[in-house]
T-cell receptor, first 115, second 115 residues
Framework: AQSVAQPEDQVNVAEGNPLTVKCTYSVSGNPYLFWYVQYPNRGLQFLLKYITGDNLVKGSYGFEAEFNKSQTSFHLKKPSALVSDSALYFCAVRDNTDSWGKLQFGAGTQVVVTP | DTGVSQNPRHKITKRGQNVTFRCDPISEHNRLYWYRQTLGQGPEFLTYFQNEAQLEKSRLLSDRFSAERPKGSFSTLEIQRTEQGDSAMYLC?????????????FGPGTRLTVL
């Protein structure tokens, strides 16, 4: 069985400061890891993914994430947060032994960036 | 717009009524997924289609729920005899066949309220 934990319900950060959103996972096989962002009344937008290779993955809007196999983590980061980054962020995992590709999502982390 | 579209965007119904939602995936995407998202939670997998074949159903999908993708293009999700517990956002996503690590592209969702 696969699972995802996002330990923080909300992250508050001042504009211009670094932003980190935490995610840990559990899968039977090797993980495929994803980050999505959700703005109010809108669907989920893909930010980035880790499949294999370099542990640091770069994605859209200046976001990046670091895969750490020993800690089973995939934290999302942005060096300098913008007010427009305020949104709900979801980490998701897919077990590479799952033939159909369904995603297991975390509960989400609300990011609030203050001016 | 060539993204995933869902209709209606909002549906309010009375308990016991039947409702049907439609999803139009990105053209030529063979894989189609339905998820359900309740307040404060991440999306939960409901069912998966590859072309017109429904290949996996979650235990969340009770016998009151039925999904179809008759020609391998658009999909419908029907809920019969709705209950208040069915109130949620229903999300549709699509992805191309091929590599299992392809990200899923989400529609804006249909928000169902059962009174």
């Amino acid at each position: 069985a696969q699972s995802v934990a996002q330990p923080e319900d909300q992250v508050n950060v001042a504009e211009g400061n670094p932003l980190t959103v935490k995610c840990t996972y559990s899968v039977s096989g090797n993980p495929y890891l994803f980050w999505y962002v959700q703005y109010p009344n809108r669907g989920l937008q893909f930010l980035l993914k880790y499949i294999t290779g370099d542990n640091l993955v770069k994605g859209s809007y200046g976001f990046e994430a670091e895969f750490n196999k020993s800690q089973t983590s995939f934290h999302l980061k942005k060096p300098s947060a913008l007010v427009s980054d305020s949104a709900l962020y979801f980490c998701a995992v897919r077990d590479n032994t799952d033939s159909w590709g369904k995603l297991q999502f975390g509960a989400g982390t609300q990011v609030v960036v203050t001016p | 717009d060539t993204g995933v579209s869902q209709n209606p965007r909002h549906k309010i119904t009375k308990r016991g009524q039947n409702v049907t939602f439609r999803c139009d995936p990105i053209s030529e995407h063979n894989r189609l997924y339905w998820y359900r998202q309740t307040l404060g939670q991440g999306p939960e997998f409901l069912t998966y289609f590859q072309n017109e074949a429904q290949l996996e159903k979650s235990r969340l999908l009770s016998d009151r729920f039925s999904a179809e993708r008759p020609k391998g293009s658009f999909s419908t999700l029907e809920i019969q005899r709705t209950e208040q517990g069915d109130s949620a956002m229903y999300l549709c996503a699509s992805s191309p066949t091929g590599q299992g690590w392809n990200e899923q592209f989400f529609g804006p969702g249909t928000r169902l309220t059962v009174l």
